[in-house]
């Protein structure tokens, strides 16, 4: 994983207070708050604006995957995070013992199926590749997109939790591969298709309501969070900061900004 260690360092020795004492109310030190690199980190740019109006100040550090920002904020190196929804945070609370919890929900970025050969998903032809993502969360709700779309079928009652042992009929032989989220805009040309997160799709000029093939909808379940440590759910930065994001000029940035491929979820 590639981080900015340098801004992370940099947070971390210049101010070694820690976040708990901003619990009277007054900025000691920055707010660390860990962002994949994206909507999220533009998000969060109108998010820290809004907060310093507010006394309180926040120090973004962006991250390229999905592991190291609750790894880093479990271990101390960042005070709160903003990029996962509660399916991904639950399995990670779960497989890793992390003491991370919810403190509010933030954007909804739709999945969407991209192809650089096709222009719709019934195209993609027998014994092609579709990549997804190979975290357990987003690659089963790529798997139920992909379903979906009608490339197979998964058991009855299949939800994000599936793997590609529940694909039960499969008479195009559509063959899964697992890469690692990041890694799937760079492997369009190499696949017929690949299911992209939207907070990956942006960067790499794809734009979901005009290029993806197929895409879930505005009514996804998949809200991402603002999480924080357990030791920290009632402090009073965690409200404030919660307060800020979910403003609304927060908001109408996010409608102007992205055009309906990202959705507020408050």
């Known amino acids: 994983m590639t981080i900015s260690r340098r801004v992370l360092l940099a947070a971390a020795t210049a101010a070694p207070v820690a976040a708990t004492a901003q619990e009277a109310g007054t900025t000691q030190r920055p707010i660390r708050i860990g962002v994949t690199a ?19 100040t926040l120090r973004i550090v962006e991250f390229t995957d999905y592991i190291q920002p609750n790894a880093a904020l479990a271990a101390g190196d960042l005070d709160a995070n903003s990029y996962q929804h509660q399916p991904f945070l639950d399995q990670q609370v779960r497989d890793r013992r992390l003491p991370l919890v919810a403190a509010g929900k933030t954007l909804i970025f ?13 195209a993609v032809p027998a014994g092609g590749r579709v990549a997804i993502p190979n975290d357990p969360t987003n690659g089963g709700r790529a798997l139920v997109l992909l379903a979906q779309a009608g490339l197979f079928t998964l058991r009855a009652g299949a939800d ?13 032989r559509i063959r899964v591969v697992e890469l690692e989220a990041a890694q799937l805009p760079r492997a369009l040309d190499e ?18 309501v005009r290029d993806a093939i197929t895409i879930e909808s505005a009514e996804s379940p998949y809200a991402n969070l603002i999480v924080v440590r357990e030791a920290d759910r009632a402090a009073p930065w965690v409200a404030r900061l919660v307060r800020a994001y979910q403003n609304d000029e927060v908001k109408r940035f996010v409608e102007s900004t992205f055009q309906g491929s990202v959705v507020p979820a408050f």
């Open 160 to 172: 994000h939790r599936a793997t590609v042992a529940d694909i039960t009929e499969n008479p195009r």
């Open 38 to 56: 994206g909507p999220h980190a533009q998000v969060m740019e109108k998010v820290r604006e809004i907060a310093g109006r507010d006394g309180l």
């Open 191 to 208: 696949v017929e298709a690949a299911t992209i997160n939207t907070n990956y799709a942006i960067p790499a000029g794809l734009n979901p």
């Open 110 to 122: 739709p999945m969407g199926l991209y192809s650089r050969k096709h222009r719709q998903a019934s």
